[in-house]
């Protein structure tokens, strides 16, 4: 049977600094994705950390997405308009014993070996404050990667009751995303390696909300150093919007792809990009380093 479900992606950034090349080499290689398989892309701003973000980044960033050709479909999507929602789902999974509050420190997950034990949820009188965590009876530990191919991650951390409110009050990512995820019906999530262990998270939180799963596509890391990704808070330095042609040539070929024709207009670029674009030229390795 032919799957006849359209394809929609996204680029997801956190308005905590200006793109950079490892924001560009997601935002590019999630665009490129989506358009050659004549999908759609969305952009959501994950703006649910204030103490991270700066001040008019969230601007910026849709500002220089516009100046690098790359355009996206329907409204951009804030998650601080969607705390409500959020809330809404927590409380019902409180209410079905599906989650439960949790006051055990760093400092005493350390002494359990490093991995959570689940001992708050076993309470025969439970908390009512603290952080908030899903029970997790799935604790998927493999996943296929449109990609990568298989992946496995560690047991201990597959298995774990991860936390999807903190203790400060601070939506986790692994909700929001997910919530998200499903309400913008995205059937492939593009994004760097960095996120490629907390994706069995993400996978049991899926089955836990008895909610499809999207397909899953990890693209390598830029990294400075071993270990290292490019990233806003090691201050790497912002991409260039009045001359983005050099940069997006250079992320073509990050990605293994041609470089394309650096012409004055880059749409035309961007429109040459997604003609040629060949996700088996894409290296698989998790994190490749620039060249200094």
Same mark, same amino acid.
């Given at each position: 049977? *032919?799957?006849?479900?359209?394809?929609?992606?996204?680029?997801?950034?956190?308005?905590?600094?200006?793109?950079?090349?490892?924001?560009?080499?997601?935002?590019?290689?999630?665009?490129?994705?989506?358009?050659?398989?004549?999908?759609?892309?969305?952009?959501?701003?994950? !703006?649910? &950390?204030?103490?991270?973000?700066?001040?008019?980044?969230?601007?910026?960033?849709?500002?220089?997405?516009?100046?690098?050709?790359?355009?996206? &479909? #329907?409204?951009?999507?804030?998650?601080?308009?969607?705390? !409500? *929602?959020?809330?809404?789902?927590? #409380?019902?999974?409180?209410? &079905?014993?599906?989650?439960?509050?949790?006051?055990?420190?760093?400092?005493?997950?350390?002494?359990?070996?490093?991995?959570?034990?689940?001992?708050?949820?076993?309470?025969?009188?439970?908390?009512?404050?603290?952080?908030?965590? /899903?029970?997790?009876?799935?604790?998927?530990?493999?996943? /296929?990667?449109?990609?990568?191919?298989? *992946? $496995?991650?560690?047991?201990?951390?597959?298995?774990?009751?991860?936390?999807?409110?903190?203790?400060?009050?601070?939506?986790?990512?692994?909700?929001? *995303?997910?919530?998200? &995820?499903?309400?913008?019906?995205?059937? #492939?999530?593009?994004?760097?390696?960095?996120?490629?262990?907390?994706?069995?998270?993400?996978?049991?939180?899926?089955?836990?909300?008895?909610?499809?799963?999207?397909?899953?596509?990890?693209?390598?890391?830029?990294?400075?150093?071993?270990?290292?990704?490019? $990233?806003?808070?090691?201050?790497?330095?912002?991409?260039?919007?009045?001359?983005?042609?050099?940069?997006?040539?250079?992320?073509? /070929?990050?990605?293994?792809?041609?470089?394309?024709?650096?012409? $004055?207009?880059?749409?035309?670029?961007? #429109?040459?990009?997604?003609?040629?674009?060949?996700?088996?030229? /894409?290296?698989?390795?998790?994190?490749?380093?620039? !060249?200094?």
């Amino acid at each position: 049977m *032919v799957n006849t479900t359209p394809y929609i992606g996204r680029f997801a950034p956190s308005p905590s600094g200006p793109l950079h090349f490892g924001s560009l080499i997601a935002a590019l290689g999630s665009f490129l994705r989506a358009r050659s398989l004549g999908g759609k892309w969305l952009v959501r701003i994950e !703006d649910i &950390d204030p103490p991270r973000e700066i001040a008019g980044a969230s601007s910026a960033i849709l500002k220089t997405l516009e100046a690098y050709g790359l355009e996206w &479909d #329907e409204s951009v999507l804030y998650q601080s308009q969607r705390l !409500d *929602v959020y809330q809404a789902r927590i #409380e019902q999974l409180l209410q &079905d014993n599906q989650a439960y509050y949790c006051q055990c420190t760093r400092k005493q997950i350390q002494a359990m070996g490093g991995s959570y034990d689940g001992r708050c949820g076993q309470l025969l009188q439970p908390l009512n404050q603290g952080a908030i965590r /899903v029970r997790n009876p799935f604790a998927v530990e493999h996943f /296929v990667d449109q990609h990568m191919g298989h *992946v $496995s991650v560690d047991s201990a951390f597959a298995a774990e009751d991860f936390i999807i409110k903190r203790s400060d009050g601070l939506y986790a990512y692994q909700l929001a *995303v997910v919530l998200d &995820d499903i309400f913008q019906q995205i059937t #492939e999530v593009v994004r760097g390696c960095d996120l490629l262990e907390p994706t069995c998270r993400q996978e049991s939180l899926y089955q836990i909300l008895k909610a499809p799963t999207p397909q899953w596509l990890h693209l390598p890391l830029a990294c400075a150093e071993k270990g290292r990704k490019l $990233s806003k808070q090691n201050h790497a330095p912002a991409i260039d919007n009045l001359y983005p042609q050099a940069s997006i040539n250079a992320a073509l /070929v990050f990605l293994g792809q041609q470089p394309v024709t650096a012409e $004055s207009q880059v749409s035309k670029m961007i #429109e040459q990009a997604v003609s040629q674009f060949d996700l088996s030229k /894409v290296p698989k390795q998790s994190e490749i380093l620039l !060249d200094t």
